[in-house]
């Protein structure tokens, strides 16, 4: 099992399917197994938990997407598309995060033996403030789909240690 002081804001992880059975939302991004390797962690200075954020290997999904947000005028928070050290683009999920605490993370994301993590300061320092906005809208009751998972409820429980 993890640590606390074993999670880094940066670093990609797997998240435990018992957290897809504490939480059964069905709007958080599948698990498969204990083997979806694309959450990127982001720490919450203000409650200590931290969000996990999908990643997906469908760029020209979420590019058209991102391409359409602008086209209307509006601001491109929601997701966020990066080149990786592994040379490969992955879209940032950021509408799709979930906090969880360090009881839900199975263990890190090994690539050639070594933690894979978003080793570009000016890339995770965009995706950290997106991610930062996205949650305080949140908070503020903002809705970003029809299919949005009640990560605030998830929050609350986690802060309260009801799981």
């Known amino acids: 099992m993890m640590t ?17 059975e504490d939480f059964p939302d069905p709007h958080l991004k599948g698990n498969k197994e204990q083997n979806r390797p694309h959450y990127c962690a982001i720490r919450d200075q203000r409650t200590g938990l931290f969000w996990m954020i999908p990643l997906s290997s469908k760029i020209q999904k979420y590019q058209a997407i991102l391409d359409r947000r602008a086209d ?32 839900y993370v199975e263990r890190e994301y090994m690539l050639a033996g070594r933690h894979f993590r978003v080793t570009s ?43």
């Open 121 to 163: 300061q000016s890339e995770m320092a965009v995706i950290r403030k997106k991610a930062m906005r996205v949650r305080n809208m949140l908070h503020r009751g903002v809705k970003f789909g029809f299919e949005q998972a009640d990560v605030l409820e998830i929050e609350r429980r986690l802060l309260d240690g009801i799981i």
């Open 72 to 103: 209307e005028g509006k601001k491109n928070d929601l997701l966020h598309i990066a080149k990786l050290d592994n040379g490969k683009q992955e879209a940032f999920l950021i509408q799709d995060m979930f906090p969880v605490t360090v009881k």
């Open 4 to 20: 606390e002081s074993a999670l880094i804001e940066s670093g990609l992880y797997i998240i435990s399917d018992s957290f897809f």
